[in-house]
């Protein structure tokens, strides 16, 4: 099974891994698409030496969204990177020493987002503690595994998409939002630094009864570990997931890659990658090839982050920065 056999596998690359080489790729990326892009990478190999005669190679890195980010402006020479959040993008845009230009949404269709996926709860077979939508997950006795939102993506996404749900639940109020991530989040028992670990903690440790993650990472998961084992519960709501794409502009000038690279996010969008994608319970942007698979997703409300709190800019300053309303929360558990 293999993500059962890499689970805990060390995923983050050194700074320096791999010497320059027009024929080289280096994809950094978050920690949960690690088996989409080995078998894309196969594919656009494939695809590239009969179109050019051409043989490449693409390294991967895999580890927490927001980690690999600022691994990238530490001195990762990434040629691109595939997130699962905007704003890890911009970081690396911002603060990554002209690495990339700030306008990159721009460079590839849909904001430079080829794919798409949600957050869902998987729990074990039979739903022992019957949880049907969020507010289940503070209910007493039930134990909940999240990454870490200060460190994953699909960490935050869970924490937006808990916010949302409740925010209309409660009519907005927002002592009441709190009070039940609160609840929540007194139910965790241990926060994970990544979406793969938080799995691990799950299907390996067996601790939890509800673990909160992408829907493609719970797919998969039930898929290899075996569906007499585990099932997936979608909440009433969610959020979308848009998963960005970008060329780190300044390594492919030095490493010699630019068109490369660009030739390699391109071919996310192509009618294969995005076959693969829907195999792989993502969300493809190609509407022939999602209707074709929509049986595979399930069928629930979904929210733009950008809508629901006025950017991903604005959730990540007012929920996730240091002192914000998720560091209030997580401290609150505790009293």
Do not use: C
């Amino acid at each position: 099974m293999r993500i059962l056999g890499v689970i805990a596998a060390i995923a983050a690359l050194s700074s320096g891994s791999f010497a320059a080489d027009k024929n080289t790729l280096l994809n950094v990326s978050y920690d949960v698409a690690r088996e989409f892009y080995e078998k894309y990478n196969a594919l656009f190999i494939e695809d590239y030496k009969k179109k050019t005669g051409r043989t490449i190679k693409v390294n991967q890195s895999h580890a927490g969204s927001t980690k690999q980010a600022r691994a990238v402006v530490d001195g990762l020479e990434a040629d691109v990177v595939t997130m699962n959040q905007t704003t890890d993008v911009d970081f690396v845009a911002e603060r990554g020493r002209n690495l990339m230009s700030k306008d990159w949404r721009k460079k590839f269709p849909h904001n430079a987002s080829p794919y798409t996926s949600t957050m869902a709860i998987m729990v074990r077979k039979g739903n022992p503690k019957g949880i049907k939508d969020w507010d289940d997950l503070a209910k007493p006795g039930i134990s909940v595994v999240i990454p870490n939102p200060k460190t994953a993506g699909n960490g935050r996404y869970s924490y937006l998409a808990m916010w949302a749900f409740a925010k209309e639940k409660f009519g907005g109020d927002e002592a009441q939002i709190k009070k039940l991530l609160t609840g929540i989040f007194k139910n965790v028992p241990v926060l994970d630094t990544g979406g793969r670990g938080a799995t691990t903690t799950f299907v390996l440790r067996g601790i939890g009864d509800a673990l909160l993650t992408f829907e493609a990472e719970i797919h998969t998961t039930i898929q290899e570990a075996g569906a007499d084992k585990f099932e997936i519960v979608y909440p009433s709501q969610s959020v979308e997931a848009e998963m960005p794409i970008a060329i780190v502009e300044r390594v492919v000038d030095r490493h010699g890659t630019r068109e490369l690279a660009t030739d390699y996010l391109n071919f996310l969008y192509s009618e294969p990658a995005q076959e693969l994608i829907a195999k792989h319970f993502y969300r493809p942007r190609l509407e022939a090839v999602a209707q074709k698979h929509a049986d595979r997703f399930g069928k629930l409300k979904l929210v733009k982050v950008d809508e629901a709190f006025g950017s991903w800019g604005n959730a990540q300053k007012v929920h996730f920065s240091d002192g914000g309303t998720f560091d209030q929360i997580f401290a609150a558990r505790n009293k």
